[in-house]
T-cell receptor, first 112, second 116 residues
Framework: GNSVTQMEGPVTLSEEAFLTINCTYT??????LFWYVQYPGEGLQLLLK?????DKGSNKGFEATYRKETTSFHLEKGSVQVSDSAVYFC???????????FGKGTSLLVTP | SAVISQKPSRDICQRGTSLTIQCQVD?????MFWYRQQPGQSLTLIAT?????????ESGFVIDKFPISRPNLTFSTLTVSNMSPEDSSIYLC?????????????FGSGTQLSVL
């Protein structure tokens, strides 16, 4: 069935380090892909999305490219900040086309 | 966009009791979703609640255990019935204001439930 797999956390980085959080998916067809972020004490919010192969989603310095050949949507940021500390969730549209299937989330802690 | 108010934000309940979680949206939305996030697990879709029709439950979830109401386009409730410690989780309400396939979802801040 459809599923999303993302790298285990927690990930701890120093400020200004390079970030990669891996995400791979299995799905029928080519569903839209998403990264959601949950900052401490807040609800999940959309970080970025890509709707078709080779699309690159970007927001707040984060990027992810929809790679159909590797069924991946890895999240990257060139220089993380302390304020990026949060839990990041990779997701894709479910079979219904409306709800989302989520990965387990990757906790990121950025230290000064 | 949509602003979602979910309550209670947390509760501690006794085994065998029931808890009703409320989700209020600041705009009319067709589709609302209820998710569960168990410790160390991904968000799992419980059901889709559309106004004017019965909720559609995902595999592993049944109406007797998780009855849902959707009386209008801005409100929904999820009840966790006859609770056991295995129901300890975060429950999240989510909406798709655009209503289309592949649209972004907005989430409430969640209800953290602990069952003793």
């Amino acid at each position: 069935g459809n599923s999303v797999t993302q790298m285990e956390g927690p990930v701890t980085l120093s400020e200004e380090a390079f970030l990669t959080i891996n995400c791979t998916y299995t799905a029928t067809g080519y569903p839209s892909l998403f990264w959601y972020v949950q900052y401490p004490g807040e609800g999940l919010q959309l970080l970025l999305k890509a709707t078709k192969a080779d699309d690159k989603g970007s927001n707040k310095g984060f990027e992810a490219t929809y790679r159909k050949e590797t069924t991946s949507f890895h999240l990257e940021k060139g220089s993380v900040q302390v304020s990026d500390s949060a839990v990041y969730f990779c997701a894709h549209v479910s079979n219904s086309g409306y709800a989302l299937n989520f990965g387990k989330g990757t906790s990121l802690l950025v230290t000064p | 966009s949509a602003v979602i108010s979910q309550k209670p934000s947390r509760d501690i309940c006794q085994r065998g009791t029931s808890l009703t979680i409320q989700c209020q949206v600041d705009s009319q939305v067709t589709m609302m979703f209820w998710y569960r996030q168990q410790p160390g697990q991904s968000l799992t879709l419980i059901a889709t609640a559309n106004q004017g029709s019965e909720a559609t439950y995902e595999s592993g979830f049944v109406i007797d255990k998780f009855p849902i109401s959707r009386p209008n386009l801005t409100f929904s409730t999820l009840t966790v019935s006859n609770m056991s410690p295995e129901d300890s989780s975060i429950y999240l309400c989510s909406v798709s204001p655009g209503g289309g396939r592949g649209e972004k979802l907005f989430f409430g801040s969640g209800t953290q439930l602990s069952v003793l």
